[in-house]
């Protein structure tokens, strides 16, 4: 093989690998794209840390999303819960607003019967309502906890909710 060939082979070489670097590089950004829709698709936010207090029976992960209290008077976060999993019943001195964001969930304010909850929904709890939220038997539950008027304090813990009060859905 002479010079002239060897320089031509070297070149197509280069170039043939210069475009596979391309072409994997390409595949490499779409994805990581896909990966992404798969996980805005599934979640808009990270699940968070597992929530280990005794005011949660069953599995939750909270992610704080908004905690500057002095600046805007509230707090939000995600709250990500395994079928089954709920809130203690418990009140916010200044309200707090639920938006659900994925699977279905319960809602029940005290002395009331329970609502069923669905992505999309929007519950607007007014200040000192004693009320308990949390995933359906079947279904993970995700919603955006919005505590509103931080300044009049912060959540008040109450009694887990029994087996009876959260299987009464529907009854």
């Not at 082979?9 to 690998?17: E, S």
């Not at 929007?122 to 949390?134: C, M, N, T």
């Amino acid at each position: 093989m002479n010079n002239k060939n060897f320089l031509i082979m070297n070149k197509v070489f280069l170039f043939l690998t210069l475009i596979s670097l391309i072409f994997i590089g390409c595949n490499y950004e779409a994805e990581k794209e896909n990966n992404r829709a798969v996980e805005t698709e599934n979640n808009i936010f990270p699940k968070g840390d597992l929530i280990t207090n005794d005011y949660f029976t069953g599995e939750a992960w909270l992610n704080m999303l908004v905690t500057d209290k002095e600046k805007f008077d509230l707090t939000a976060g995600q709250v990500f819960f395994e079928p089954g999993a709920r809130t203690n019943w418990h009140s916010h001195p200044g309200g707090q607003i639920l938006l659900c964001t994925k699977g279905k969930g319960y809602y029940q304010e005290q002395g009331k019967p329970i609502q069923l909850l669905n992505v999309g929904d929007v519950v607007e709890i007014l200040s000192d309502i004693v009320h308990w939220h949390g995933a359906s038997h079947d279904s993970e539950f995700i919603h955006i906890a919005i505590s509103t008027q931080q300044s009049k304090g912060s959540v008040v813990w109450m009694e887990p909710v029994t087996d009876e009060e959260y299987n009464s859905y529907g009854k």
